[in-house]
């Protein structure tokens, strides 16, 4: 007897069903060697005595499928009423003609409300119109409407005014400022738009920008605080050491 494919379909139970293995029987039975259910062909082939369990269950749906769209459209004998709640007219399907009711229900007709006790006039309307009658040009709210008025809508806040720009700094981009002044020891010199503390300016001033400023001699003047923001950059600060009148010459450049 031929050799034949199959794929055994014991899932869960099988290890070679849950593999996927194919399988190759040459003998009688086309059965799974593991588990010994009956095996599905493979590339085709057929199984013997095997009814494939995918075409039962497509059966058993098909089945189902045919006995549910039965059930709903299969026609019903008895006779369908229809009840119109506007005209309250029972309508049969057998007999298109409205029949009226012969025991039609009365409808309630609502009675009047029962009228209340008199509710006691408003002290606050009694007193505007006493007020009106008095005085028939002028109003006189009284104190305890005006407790009741909302609150003033107060006046919008005017923006702050937002501060000027300075302009553009377009003056040249190096300078120097010659100071001389008569020292004894060591001294602190400072220089801004006033003057100086010490001493003479003899030509130059800052910018009034960020510069960088560095004496010319190094070894005569050492620069302790350097033009800022604070100072609006004209102020600069240097300490001399030496006896006697001394000439300083400091040189700023743009960064």
């Given amino acids: 007897m031929a050799a034949r494919n199959g794929k055994c379909i014991n899932f869960g139970l099988c290890t070679k069903a849950d593999a996927k293995e ?58 369908t009423v229809t009840v119109n709640p506007q005209d309250d007219v029972l309508v049969h399907d057998s007999d298109p003609t409205p029949q009226p009711d012969p025991n039609p229900n009365p409808v309630p007709i609502p009675e009047p409300p029962t009228p209340c006790c008199p509710q006691p006039p408003n002290p606050i309307e009694q007193t505007v119109k006493k007020v009106k009658s008095n005085d028939s040009n002028s109003t006189v709210i009284p104190t305890d409407v005006t407790r009741n008025l909302p609150p003033p809508i107060p006046e919008p806040t005017p923006p702050e005014p937002k501060p000027t720009e300075e302009p553009a700094y377009s003056g040249p981009s190096s300078g120097v400022i010659v100071w001389s002044g008569t020292v004894q020891g060591t001294d602190l010199v400072t220089i801004d738009e006033k003057g100086t503390s010490t001493g003479t300016v003899l030509s130059g001033a800052l910018p009034g920008v960020p510069v960088i400023i560095q004496p010319q001699d190094p070894k005569a003047a050492v620069i302790a605080a350097s033009p800022a923001p604070d100072n609006k950059y004209r102020r600069v600060v240097f300490r001399i050491r030496g006896k006697g009148t001394k000439q300083v010459t400091l040189r700023w450049t743009l960064p």
Avoid: H, N
């Fill in 22 to 79: 194919i399988l190759t029987t040459g003998d009688g039975e086309f059965s799974c060697p593991e588990c010994g259910r009956p095996l599905e062909p493979a590339a085709g082939g057929k199984a013997a005595g095997a009814f494939p369990m995918r075409l039962v269950l497509a059966i058993c749906f098909a089945v189902a499928l045919a006995g549910g769209a039965t059930y709903l459209f299969w026609p019903d004998s008895e006779q």
